[in-house]
């Protein structure tokens, strides 16, 4: 039995775990949230009781009553992070208080109970202990991190939910795009919106993740690797891509990011990415930036990168940009500089191989 404040999680491994060959064999190439360990972690709330049965077991189908909450009203929210192996061979984790903490912030947004900060990290601490042994040996591998949460109760009508599962699940991660090109293409949705305000665009949730998929599935059709989004009321102003904060790159030194105004997720490697700008000399600009803007100042040359980040991808740069209205390439088409400056030292750094000067990383074993 583990504590976490006045949890106990119980421990009940798997007894038939995957065998060392077969894992061997999946994590030579284990692409992006496909493969899954053997182990997850389950805490139960209901009100007036708070939360409780809190464990580590055996990764399994979950049982649902077909009338669950879920299923009918969407109260659901989730976290995603990684946990690195350093250069030193320890595993550590990059920032997970600030994930807990916007855990909360989302569930306070879809009215639904706070997990602790505490209890979060132990729920994650744990998980990875038990599935050290899958970390990918592939180049930038990690084992990417699922904390989730959904309302269970079982009943049919619109109001919080009063019974709720904290589950966190692990994946073994390689690259996040397959495209294998150095910079990826955008296309911009004009006919769909990702949030508007007063909505749920700053909190992680489903189906913030649901709405996008249409303009997904239109940037596939013309072989677009991200959609961006534009503000629900003016279809004009640069908000983010369906999954990833975006950054632009000025000629003078500049770096400008869409301001945080409650439609768009404050992303935690958004937050780095601008402390490491700041360091690098850089005036960081959070401020509208309008499509319009944004190919002016790519055909003038006033723009000379422009990049998406987030956990899973990074930091990726931005290529060419399509839309109804025509393309247009940025810089050279390929990844700028500072881009992959920018990469490499928050890379450097989630990874241990230059020195932590923020605290950023946790080491657990």
């Not at 421990?11 to 992006?32: M, W, Y």
């Not at 912030?105 to 979060?120: K, W």
């Not at 534009?230 to 904060?245: F, I, S, T």
Request: glycine share 10%; with cysteine.
């Amino acid at each position: 039995m583990a504590r976490a404040e006045n949890l106990e999680f119980l421990i009940e491994k798997s007894d038939s775990p995957t065998s060392v060959e077969a894992r061997q064999a999946q994590l030579a190439d284990p692409g992006f949230g496909t493969l899954f360990t053997d182990h997850m972690v389950m805490i139960k709330y209901r009100e007036g009781q708070g939360w409780h049965d809190a464990r580590l077991q055996k990764r399994e189908p979950i049982a649902m009553d077909p009338a669950s909450s879920v299923l009918h009203y969407a109260q659901e929210i989730f976290e995603g992070m990684k946990a690195y192996r350093l250069a030193d061979g320890t595993t550590a984790l990059f920032r997970p208080e600030e994930n807990a903490r916007r855990f909360q912030a989302s569930a306070r947004r879809m009215a639904m109970p706070e997990l602790p900060v505490s209890t979060f990290m132990q729920s994650i601490e744990l998980l990875v202990d038990v599935e050290r042994d899958w970390f990918p040996p592939v180049d930038g591998g990690s084992l990417y991190l699922r904390p989730f949460m959904f309302a269970s109760e079982v009943f049919l009508g619109v109001r919080p939910a009063k019974e709720y599962l904290y589950m966190v699940i692990a994946s073994p991660a390689g690259a996040y795009f397959k495209s294998g090109a150095s910079a990826v293409s955008i296309w911009v949705s004009t006919d769909y919106s990702r949030a508007a305000t007063g909505g749920t665009g700053a909190a992680k949730c489903g189906g913030n993740y649901a709405a996008s998929l249409v303009a997904q599935a239109e940037a596939i059709e013309r072989d677009c690797d991200q959609v961006v989004f534009l503000d629900a009321a003016e279809h004009r102003w640069v908000e983010e891509l369906g999954g990833m904060n975006v950054f632009f790159v000025m000629d003078d030194g500049r770096l400008i990011t869409p301001p945080l105004s409650g439609t768009i997720l404050p992303g935690i490697t958004r937050e780095s990415i601008m402390m490491l700008a700041r360091e690098e000399g850089l005036t960081v600009e959070e401020r509208p930036y309008a499509i319009d803007q944004w190919e002016a100042d790519a055909n003038s040359g006033k723009l000379i990168e422009s990049f998406a980040c987030g956990t899973a991808a990074v930091v990726t740069p931005i290529g060419t940009v399509k839309s109804e209205k025509g393309d247009f390439t940025i810089g050279s088409g390929g990844p700028g500089q500072l881009t992959g400056k920018l990469r490499a030292r928050l890379a450097d750094i989630q990874r241990g191989v230059v020195e932590d000067k923020h605290g950023w990383v946790k080491r657990l074993f």
